[in-house]
């Protein structure tokens, strides 16, 4: 494994190189930031494992509400339960 090691002076250190941190890093640009991650950036993250795309629920037997529960246990406490409302509920009718 490499380490580099700069003096980062108080620049935001951003964990994780997926789909959240590299968004991150490019909404605080042209400040420079600090991104670690185990793998090269973009590769072994969970937005690499995606399949492309947002689940929605359109059965009958399905809700918004189901859904966010379904996310919120897929999560396992580490979904912002707010954020996550937010996206089962912006579907389309």
Known sequence: MTTHVHDIGGAPVIIGAGLAGLMTALHLAPQ???LLS???LGT?????LAQGG???AFAEDDSPDLHLADTLAAGDGLC???MARRVVEAVPE
Request: net charge negative.
């Open 80 to 82: 912002d339960e707010q």
């Open 44 to 48: 072994d993250a969970s937005s690499t």
């Open 32 to 34: 420079p930031v600090v």
């Open 54 to 56: 947002l689940a929605a």
């Open 38 to 40: 185990r793998t090269a």
